[in-house]
Nanobody, 127 residues
């Protein structure tokens, strides 16, 4: 099994930055270094939506239009950790953010392509 644990959430003023981390642990945690990884979020009263994804070596990244140019996804396979750097945050970025490990090594914006999910970390942007 693989457990994913997000951290780094919190409350920040609009225009500020946060860096989320997602650490893998468990018996097969090393396997996620071979998997694509993704970040998703669920805002209050809204459906879960795709945020960003990265391929297994980090060579390919793909972003939702709403975060492109502001968010950066990266990974450190030696530490089984994925990051989401979020800059220039706005009120619409308020949500619970989830990381997930994909079934394959490539990128994907579809939740159906992800096997393991974290419990989420709250990000609240205030004016």
């Amino acid at each position: 099994q693989v457990q994913l644990v997000e951290s780094g959430g919190g409350s920040v003023q609009a225009g500020g930055s946060l860096r989320l981390s997602c650490a893998a642990s468990g018996r097969y945690s090393r396997t996620i270094s071979n998997n694509g990884m993704g970040w998703f979020r669920r805002a209050p009263g809204k459906e879960r939506e795709f945020v960003a994804t990265i391929s297994w070596r980090g060579g390919n990244q793909y972003y939702a239009d709403s975060v492109k140019g502001r968010f950066t996804i990266s990974r450190d396979n030696a530490k089984n950790t994925v990051f989401l750097q979020m800059n220039d945050l706005n009120l619409e970025d308020t949500a619970v953010y989830f990381c997930a490990a994909a079934r394959s090594s490539s990128t994907s914006d579809s939740p159906d392509q992800y096997t393991y999910w974290g419990q989420g970390t709250q990000v609240t942007v205030v004016s």
